[in-house]
Protein backbone atom coordinates (compact mmCIF):
# COMPACT_ATOMS: atom_id res chain seq x y z
CA UNK A 1 0.00 0.00 0.00
CA UNK A 2 1.62 3.79 -0.83
CA UNK A 3 0.32 5.49 2.06
CA UNK A 4 2.33 8.57 3.98
CA UNK A 5 2.69 5.91 6.83
CA UNK A 6 4.94 3.61 4.17
CA UNK A 7 6.56 6.96 2.36
CA UNK A 8 7.60 8.72 5.82
CA UNK A 9 9.62 6.55 7.23
CA UNK A 10 11.33 5.99 3.63
CA UNK A 11 11.69 9.56 3.56
CA UNK A 12 13.34 10.64 7.12
CA UNK A 13 15.38 7.54 6.58
CA UNK A 14 16.84 8.88 3.28
CA UNK A 15 16.53 12.17 4.08
CA UNK A 16 19.93 13.60 3.39
CA UNK A 17 19.73 12.29 -0.12
CA UNK A 18 15.72 13.43 -0.71
CA UNK A 19 17.22 16.99 0.01
CA UNK A 20 20.11 16.99 -2.08
CA UNK A 21 20.62 19.73 -4.62
CA UNK A 22 20.94 18.72 -8.41
CA UNK A 23 23.23 19.98 -11.72
CA UNK A 24 20.25 22.00 -13.41
CA UNK A 25 21.81 22.90 -17.44
CA UNK A 26 20.34 23.86 -20.61
CA UNK A 27 20.20 22.86 -24.28
CA UNK A 28 20.72 26.59 -25.05
CA UNK A 29 20.21 25.55 -28.93
CA UNK A 30 16.48 24.13 -28.27
CA UNK A 31 15.31 26.85 -26.20
CA UNK A 32 15.26 24.21 -22.92
CA UNK A 33 16.30 24.44 -19.46
CA UNK A 34 16.36 21.49 -16.81
CA UNK A 35 15.49 22.72 -13.24
CA UNK A 36 15.02 20.47 -10.24
CA UNK A 37 11.24 19.15 -11.06
CA UNK A 38 9.43 16.80 -12.98
CA UNK A 39 9.76 16.61 -16.85
CA UNK A 40 8.53 14.43 -19.83
CA UNK A 41 10.73 12.45 -22.46
CA UNK A 42 7.80 11.25 -24.88
CA UNK A 43 8.37 8.10 -26.47
CA UNK A 44 8.33 7.86 -30.54
CA UNK A 45 9.76 4.23 -31.63
CA UNK A 46 10.62 3.16 -34.75
CA UNK A 47 10.31 -0.47 -34.53
CA UNK A 48 7.29 -2.71 -35.14
CA UNK A 49 8.38 -5.46 -32.25
CA UNK A 50 7.37 -2.34 -29.59
CA UNK A 51 4.63 -3.83 -27.29
CA UNK A 52 3.48 -0.54 -27.07
CA UNK A 53 1.50 -0.16 -30.06
CA UNK A 54 0.59 3.38 -29.75
CA UNK A 55 3.69 4.63 -30.48
CA UNK A 56 4.82 2.70 -33.27
CA UNK A 57 5.10 4.72 -36.52
CA UNK A 58 5.40 2.78 -39.93
CA UNK A 59 6.44 5.95 -42.00
CA UNK A 60 8.49 8.81 -41.95
CA UNK A 61 5.63 11.23 -41.42
CA UNK A 62 3.78 9.39 -39.05
CA UNK A 63 7.31 9.88 -36.90
CA UNK A 64 7.05 13.52 -37.88
CA UNK A 65 4.12 14.21 -37.08
CA UNK A 66 4.38 12.23 -33.29
CA UNK A 67 7.25 14.53 -32.56
CA UNK A 68 5.65 17.49 -33.14
CA UNK A 69 2.45 16.79 -31.25
CA UNK A 70 3.89 15.09 -28.35
CA UNK A 71 6.14 18.73 -28.27
CA UNK A 72 2.70 20.93 -28.60
CA UNK A 73 1.54 18.44 -25.85
CA UNK A 74 4.19 19.00 -23.31
CA UNK A 75 6.98 16.54 -23.94
CA UNK A 76 10.44 18.51 -23.30
CA UNK A 77 12.13 16.07 -25.44
CA UNK A 78 11.43 13.43 -28.03
CA UNK A 79 12.79 10.20 -27.26
CA UNK A 80 13.52 7.99 -30.85
CA UNK A 81 14.59 4.28 -30.70
CA UNK A 82 14.85 1.96 -33.09
CA UNK A 83 14.88 -1.90 -31.42
CA UNK A 84 12.66 -3.25 -29.08
CA UNK A 85 14.12 -4.43 -25.71
CA UNK A 86 11.41 -7.17 -25.62
CA UNK A 87 13.01 -10.51 -25.08
CA UNK A 88 11.05 -11.92 -28.69
CA UNK A 89 12.11 -8.62 -30.21
CA UNK A 90 14.84 -8.57 -33.41
CA UNK A 91 18.28 -7.34 -33.22
CA UNK A 92 19.05 -4.61 -35.39
CA UNK A 93 21.87 -4.35 -37.00
CA UNK A 94 23.42 -0.55 -36.41
CA UNK A 95 23.26 0.50 -39.97
CA UNK A 96 19.90 -0.21 -39.52
CA UNK A 97 19.11 2.07 -36.83
CA UNK A 98 20.70 4.45 -37.82
CA UNK A 99 19.15 4.87 -41.55
CA UNK A 100 15.44 4.37 -39.62
CA UNK A 101 16.56 7.21 -37.00
CA UNK A 102 18.37 9.77 -38.81
CA UNK A 103 15.91 11.37 -40.98
CA UNK A 104 13.22 11.63 -37.93
CA UNK A 105 15.84 12.94 -35.78
CA UNK A 106 17.21 15.29 -38.42
CA UNK A 107 13.79 16.76 -39.05
CA UNK A 108 12.71 17.12 -35.29
CA UNK A 109 16.12 18.75 -34.28
CA UNK A 110 15.53 21.64 -37.81
CA UNK A 111 12.23 22.64 -36.20
CA UNK A 112 14.27 22.69 -32.54
CA UNK A 113 12.81 20.09 -31.04
CA UNK A 114 15.34 18.32 -28.08
CA UNK A 115 15.60 14.54 -29.30
CA UNK A 116 16.92 11.99 -27.19
CA UNK A 117 18.40 8.68 -29.28
CA UNK A 118 17.53 5.27 -27.47
CA UNK A 119 20.76 3.02 -28.23
CA UNK A 120 23.47 0.64 -26.74
CA UNK A 121 25.67 1.55 -29.32
CA UNK A 122 28.66 4.17 -29.49
CA UNK A 123 28.35 4.31 -33.62
CA UNK A 124 24.65 4.63 -33.12
CA UNK A 125 25.40 7.75 -31.19
CA UNK A 126 27.77 9.17 -32.45
CA UNK A 127 26.16 8.67 -35.77
CA UNK A 128 22.72 10.95 -34.41
CA UNK A 129 24.63 13.23 -33.08
CA UNK A 130 25.45 14.85 -36.05
CA UNK A 131 22.07 14.19 -37.13
CA UNK A 132 21.21 16.66 -34.45
CA UNK A 133 20.24 14.57 -31.60
CA UNK A 134 20.70 16.15 -28.40
CA UNK A 135 20.49 13.47 -26.15
CA UNK A 136 21.83 10.24 -25.91
CA UNK A 137 19.31 7.57 -23.87
CA UNK A 138 22.53 5.03 -23.05
CA UNK A 139 21.04 1.66 -22.59
CA UNK A 140 24.13 -0.16 -22.00
CA UNK A 141 27.35 -0.33 -19.85
CA UNK A 142 29.23 2.11 -22.41
CA UNK A 143 32.90 2.44 -21.51
CA UNK A 144 33.97 4.03 -24.81
CA UNK A 145 35.47 7.74 -24.65
CA UNK A 146 35.13 8.33 -27.95
CA UNK A 147 31.14 8.15 -27.18
CA UNK A 148 31.16 10.80 -24.71
CA UNK A 149 33.43 13.16 -26.37
CA UNK A 150 31.10 13.19 -29.19
CA UNK A 151 28.37 14.23 -26.89
CA UNK A 152 30.42 16.96 -24.86
CA UNK A 153 31.87 17.93 -28.26
CA UNK A 154 27.99 18.34 -29.72
CA UNK A 155 26.73 20.17 -25.85
CA UNK A 156 24.58 17.74 -25.76
CA UNK A 157 23.21 15.18 -23.27
CA UNK A 158 23.02 11.70 -21.86
CA UNK A 159 21.04 9.52 -19.79
CA UNK A 160 23.01 6.67 -18.06
CA UNK A 161 20.64 3.59 -17.88
CA UNK A 162 21.28 1.25 -14.94
CA UNK A 163 21.43 -2.30 -16.75
CA UNK A 164 22.14 -5.40 -15.01
CA UNK A 165 24.02 -6.82 -17.76
CA UNK A 166 26.09 -5.56 -20.63
CA UNK A 167 23.17 -4.18 -22.23
CA UNK A 168 19.40 -3.57 -22.07
CA UNK A 169 18.70 -6.87 -24.12
CA UNK A 170 20.85 -8.66 -21.80
CA UNK A 171 18.78 -11.26 -19.94
CA UNK A 172 21.13 -11.18 -16.84
CA UNK A 173 18.54 -11.16 -14.04
CA UNK A 174 18.59 -8.29 -11.32
CA UNK A 175 20.92 -8.33 -7.99
CA UNK A 176 18.73 -9.44 -4.48
CA UNK A 177 16.46 -6.61 -3.83
CA UNK A 178 19.19 -5.62 -0.77
CA UNK A 179 22.22 -5.21 -3.33
CA UNK A 180 20.94 -3.53 -6.02
CA UNK A 181 20.86 -0.03 -4.87
CA UNK A 182 25.04 -0.09 -4.15
CA UNK A 183 25.44 -1.96 -7.06
CA UNK A 184 23.94 1.00 -8.77
CA UNK A 185 25.97 3.23 -7.36
CA UNK A 186 28.89 1.62 -8.34
CA UNK A 187 27.79 1.33 -11.77
CA UNK A 188 26.87 5.13 -12.06
CA UNK A 189 29.93 6.92 -10.35
CA UNK A 190 32.14 5.10 -12.59
CA UNK A 191 30.22 5.91 -15.70
CA UNK A 192 29.85 9.58 -14.39
CA UNK A 193 32.90 10.15 -13.91
CA UNK A 194 33.93 8.74 -17.32
CA UNK A 195 31.26 10.95 -19.24
CA UNK A 196 32.62 13.76 -16.77
CA UNK A 197 36.44 13.69 -17.65
CA UNK A 198 35.55 13.45 -21.34
CA UNK A 199 33.53 17.17 -20.74
CA UNK A 200 29.76 15.56 -20.30
CA UNK A 201 27.90 18.87 -18.47
CA UNK A 202 24.25 17.24 -19.09
CA UNK A 203 23.32 14.04 -17.46
CA UNK A 204 20.72 11.98 -15.91
CA UNK A 205 20.85 8.85 -14.08
CA UNK A 206 18.25 6.18 -14.35
CA UNK A 207 17.81 3.31 -12.45
CA UNK A 208 16.86 0.96 -15.36
CA UNK A 209 13.81 -0.82 -13.54
CA UNK A 210 12.00 -0.83 -16.97
CA UNK A 211 14.86 -3.87 -18.25
CA UNK A 212 12.85 -6.14 -16.05
CA UNK A 213 12.96 -8.80 -18.64
CA UNK A 214 12.96 -11.75 -16.37
CA UNK A 215 9.39 -10.69 -14.32
CA UNK A 216 6.59 -11.33 -16.17
CA UNK A 217 3.73 -8.84 -16.03
CA UNK A 218 2.31 -9.72 -12.94
CA UNK A 219 2.61 -9.22 -8.69
CA UNK A 220 6.06 -9.29 -9.04
CA UNK A 221 6.90 -7.06 -11.30
CA UNK A 222 4.54 -4.49 -10.39
CA UNK A 223 5.78 -4.67 -6.80
CA UNK A 224 9.33 -4.41 -8.39
CA UNK A 225 8.94 -1.65 -10.04
CA UNK A 226 6.65 0.44 -8.04
CA UNK A 227 8.96 0.22 -5.33
CA UNK A 228 12.12 1.29 -7.79
CA UNK A 229 9.87 4.66 -8.26
CA UNK A 230 8.97 5.33 -4.58
CA UNK A 231 13.12 4.95 -3.70
CA UNK A 232 14.47 6.49 -6.87
CA UNK A 233 15.03 9.50 -5.34
CA UNK A 234 17.85 8.37 -3.26
CA UNK A 235 20.15 8.54 -6.70
CA UNK A 236 19.91 12.48 -5.79
CA UNK A 237 22.98 12.01 -3.45
CA UNK A 238 24.88 11.43 -6.69
CA UNK A 239 24.08 15.29 -7.66
CA UNK A 240 22.28 14.57 -10.92
CA UNK A 241 18.69 14.35 -12.13
CA UNK A 242 17.14 10.90 -12.18
CA UNK A 243 15.02 9.61 -14.60
CA UNK A 244 12.25 6.76 -14.41
CA UNK A 245 10.42 4.76 -16.90
CA UNK A 246 6.58 5.04 -16.33
CA UNK A 247 5.56 1.47 -16.12
CA UNK A 248 2.25 -0.15 -17.08
CA UNK A 249 0.58 -3.55 -16.22
CA UNK A 250 -1.97 -5.19 -18.08
CA UNK A 251 -2.47 -7.26 -15.33
CA UNK A 252 -3.32 -4.61 -13.03
CA UNK A 253 -4.95 -2.47 -15.23
CA UNK A 254 -6.52 -4.65 -18.09
CA UNK A 255 -8.14 -2.44 -20.45
CA UNK A 256 -7.55 0.71 -19.17
CA UNK A 257 -3.80 0.30 -19.53
CA UNK A 258 -3.42 3.49 -21.24
CA UNK A 259 -4.27 5.11 -17.97
CA UNK A 260 -1.56 3.26 -16.22
CA UNK A 261 1.30 5.49 -17.02
CA UNK A 262 -0.89 8.67 -15.50
CA UNK A 263 -0.65 6.59 -11.88
CA UNK A 264 3.29 5.81 -12.31
CA UNK A 265 3.57 9.63 -13.03
CA UNK A 266 2.12 10.31 -9.74
CA UNK A 267 4.29 8.10 -7.71
CA UNK A 268 7.44 9.49 -9.76
CA UNK A 269 6.52 12.94 -8.55
CA UNK A 270 5.95 12.41 -5.23
CA UNK A 271 9.57 10.83 -5.26
CA UNK A 272 11.18 13.86 -6.92
CA UNK A 273 11.95 12.18 -10.37
CA UNK A 274 13.14 14.53 -12.92
CA UNK A 275 12.33 13.03 -15.92
CA UNK A 276 9.38 10.27 -17.01
CA UNK A 277 9.99 8.40 -20.07
CA UNK A 278 6.23 8.18 -20.99
CA UNK A 279 4.36 6.60 -23.86
CA UNK A 280 1.11 9.09 -22.68
CA UNK A 281 1.93 12.53 -23.02
CA UNK A 282 -0.86 14.22 -23.00
CA UNK A 283 -2.45 12.03 -20.08
CA UNK A 284 0.77 12.37 -17.95
CA UNK A 285 1.20 15.97 -18.81
CA UNK A 286 -1.77 17.28 -16.51
CA UNK A 287 -0.18 15.50 -13.60
CA UNK A 288 3.19 16.91 -14.05
CA UNK A 289 1.37 20.29 -14.16
CA UNK A 290 0.30 19.98 -10.68
CA UNK A 291 3.53 21.01 -9.89
CA UNK A 292 2.74 24.82 -10.49
CA UNK A 293 -0.21 24.93 -8.29
CA UNK A 294 0.90 22.84 -5.28
Not at 34 to 45: A, I, S
Not at 157 to 184: K, M, W
Not at 243 to 254: C, D, E, K, N, P
Request: proline share 4%.
Amino acid sequence: MISADRLLPLWLKYRDALEAPIQTFEFAKFNRRFEDRTYQMGVLNLSSDSSYRETVCHTFEAALYRGRRMTLEGAAMVDIGAESTGETADVVSTQKQIDRMRPVVRALADENILVSVETYHPEVGIALLEAGAGVINLTGRVDDQELYRAIAKHQAGVVLCYTPGENARSVDHLPPADEIFDQQLTFFKKRINLATEAGVERLWVDPGFGFTLHLPDGPDRIRYQTDSILQSFRLRELGWPVTVQLSGAVYLFRDEVRVAQTSAATIAVLSKANLVRSHEVPRVQPVLNLQDFA
